[in-house]
C-alpha cells in the first residue's frame, strides 16, 4: 500500500499520478521513439519513500483482472447494505440520507424528504439486483429487489406531479407530500435524471417475465407524461432550469437561467427531452462549451472543459447512462480522460490520496460544492479539502483500472472511511469522516461498478429506434482540447527500476 507523505516531492507525486491515470484500456501513450522528453523524476534520500513508491509501482503493473474484479465484488458487498436500511417501507421511496452513530453500528436518525435524482438512482440500484447484476443474497435478494420495485413504481405512478414531472417529496405519515423543502419546485436536472432512470427500467425489463413487462409499461407511461415543452424557453431555445406552481400544480413562476452547458450534469435532461421529440433539437446543439488549460508539474500542459464547480459528478454522472466515450471519441473521450487526470493530480496534490473531489457532505455536516477550482467555470468559493468515494467510484466510468488503484489508496491512508454500511460520506485532510450516507452518493457509487444502466439504456433507444440519432447527437460534439501526454508500461517499468 502507498503511503503518501509531505516528504515526497511534487515531482514524486506526478509519477503516481501518471502511473495511476494512464493505465487501462483507454490509457493514453507517448511517442517513445524520442525519449528526450520522458523524464525520470527524482526520488530524494528518503529510503522509505523510495520503497513504497516502487511497492505501488510494482502493484500497479501487477494488478490483474481478476484481482480487480474481487476488489469491485467486496466493494459492491459492502455498500449495499445501506439500502437495506436507506428507505421507507411504506412508500418504497429512499431516504436522502441516514446519519450512522459514532460506533458505525446504529442509525440515528434519518432523513424525510426525497429528489426525484435519489429516486431514480435507488430504482437503477433495485433493478441491477433484480437482474442479478449486483449479487447481494446477504443484503437484499432478487425477489425482494422487485418487491421493493413494485412498491417504489407505484408510489411514483400515484404521487402527485405538475404536467408529469416530479417535485420534491416529504416522507409523512406513510405517504410522500410535495416538500415545501425548494418552495414546491419543478427541477429540469433532477427530472432529466428520473427520466433516464425511468427509461433503463424499461430497457431492462421489457422482454423479461410478466412481472417486469408490467414494471415497464407503466415507466414508458410516466416517460409519455412528461411534458417537456413546459420546460422549454422559447426565448434562448433551450431547457430552462424548471419552474415553480401552485398547490394545483399549476405554474407559477418559471426559473430565469437555463441548462446552456455541455460539460454538465444538466445534459441528461437535454437527452431525455429530445427524445421526447416535444422539444427541439436546439436545446442540445446551442449547449455552451466552457474550456481552459492546466499545467502539470512536469510542464505538460492540456486543454480542458470546465463544469460548473469542477465536482467529478457534474463531468460523469451522464456516463451512467450514456456511453460518452464510445459515441463522444472527439469531444466527451478527451474530455473525461483530461479531467479524470486533473482530479488525481489536485487530489494527490492537497493530500486526500485516493478520495477525488466532488459536491458532498462535510465532516461538519454541511452540504458543499467541492471540486477542483481549475476545472470550474464558477467564481465562486470551491472547496478543495474534503474528496468522496462517490467520486473515485464515477472515475470507474473513464477508467475502471485507474478507479480500483484509487481506492486501495483511500483504503492505506482513510481507513476510518469505511462502516458497516460500506464507504461513508467523505474525509477531509485531518482524517475527519462524514458518516452521514447519502442515497445520491451511494446509488453513484454502487452503479458505477455494478450497474449495467448505460447497457439498458442502449436497449430503450434501440426499441424507440432513437439510438443513431442520439449517437449522431453525440459525435456533433467536439471539443477543442488536446490529449493529456502517455505514460505507458515500458516508461513505468523503466521509472521503477531506477528507484
Known sequence: MIKFKKVFSIKVVSVIVAATFFLGSIAFGIDLSNKAHIRTPSMGDNQKGRNRLKEGLDAILNLDGVVAEKEIQKILQENIKYFVFGYDPATGLPYNYMDVGKNGAIIERKSTWISPTDAGLYLNVLIAVAKGDIVASDSMTPDEA?????????????????????????????????????????????????????????????????????????????????????????????????????????????????????????????????LSEKVPLNVWSMLETVYGSYSFPDGTTVGIVKTWNGSAFQAWLPLLFFDELKWSPQGYAKAHNNFLAIQINESVKN????????????????????????????????????????????????????????????????????????????????????????????????????????????????????????????????FKIDEPIRYVWDVLKKVRDQI
Open 351 to 478: 493530500g486526500l490520496s485516493g478520495a477525488l473531489l466532488s459536491s458532498c457532505y462535510n465532516p461538519d455536516g454541511e452540504y458543499r460544492e467541492n471540486g477542483v477550482s481549475v476545472l470550474a467555470e464558477s467564481e465562486n468559493k470551491i472547496d478543495l479539502d474534503v474528496g468522496t468515494p462517490h467520486a473515485t467510484a464515477l472515475a470507474s466510468l473513464v477508467n475502471r483500472h485507474t478507479s480500483l488503484i484509487l481506492f486501495k489508496l483511500l483504503d492505506s491512508k482513510w481507513p476510518d472511511l469505511k462502516g458497516p454500511f460500506g464507504y461513508y460520506e467523505s474525509v477531509d485532510l485531518e482524517g475527519r469522516v462524514s458518516t452521514r450516507m447519502t442515497v445520491l452518493s451511494q446509488g453513484m457509487l454502487i452503479l458505477s461498478f455494478a450497474g449495467k444502466n448505460s447497457q439498458y439504456m442502449q436497449v430503450y433507444l434501440e426499441t424507440i429506434k432513437k439510438l443513431a440519432f442520439i449517437q449522431k447527437r453525440y459525435g456533433e460534439m467536439i
Open 146 to 274: 422487485m418487491k421493493r420495485l413494485q412498491l417504489l413504481m407505484q408510489t411514483l405512478r400515484s404521487i402527485k406531479k405538475s404536467n408529469g414531472f416530479f417535485y420534491y417529496y416529504d416522507l409523512k405519515n406513510g405517504g410522500a407530500v410535495v416538500s415545501d423543502l425548494y418552495g414546491r419546485l419543478i427541477s429540469t436536472i433532477d427530472n432529466g435524471n428520473l427520466a433516464a432512470s425511468l427509461a433503463v427500467l424499461v430497457g431492462a425489463f421489457q422482454d423479461g417475465p410478466d412481472e417486469q413487462r408490467i414494471l415497464a409499461d407503466m415507466a414508458k407511461k410516466m416517460l409519455t407524461a412528461m411534458e417537456w415543452n413546459e420546460l422549454y424557453d422559447a426565448d434562448r431555445k433551450l431547457l430552462m432550469g424548471g419552474y415553480y406552481t401552485d398547490e394545483n400544480g399549476q405554474i407559477k413562476t418559471r426559473l430565469k437561467w437555463c441548462i446552456d452547458r455541455s460539460y454538465n450534469e444538466g445534459r441528461i435532461a437535454a437527452v431525455m427531452a429530445l
